[in-house]
């Protein structure tokens, strides 16, 4: 099984442009991020819940293609 939550996902800070990156856990769990240029904190605004929605869906995704697999006949060449 892939770890989604260990995935990071590179964002630029809205105070002074300075690329961040996040893992997928701490925008699921909306995470303060302190800017490593200005050191400001950054909240994501995630009211919706969008970030745990996908997180779901790639989830499904990856299991029906982990059963597509198991389903597979798989042939010896010789
Ligand atoms: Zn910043």
Sequence with gaps: M??????????QCPNCNFYNSIQIKQARLR???ICRGCKSNIRFDDQMNETRKAVRSI?????ELE???KGMSFKIRI
């Design 31 to 33: 995470d303060v991020v």
């Design 67 to 69: 059963e597509t697999l």
């Design 2 to 11: 892939v770890n989604i939550d260990k995935h990071k996902v590179d964002f």
């Design 59 to 63: 989830k499904r995704a990856m299991n």
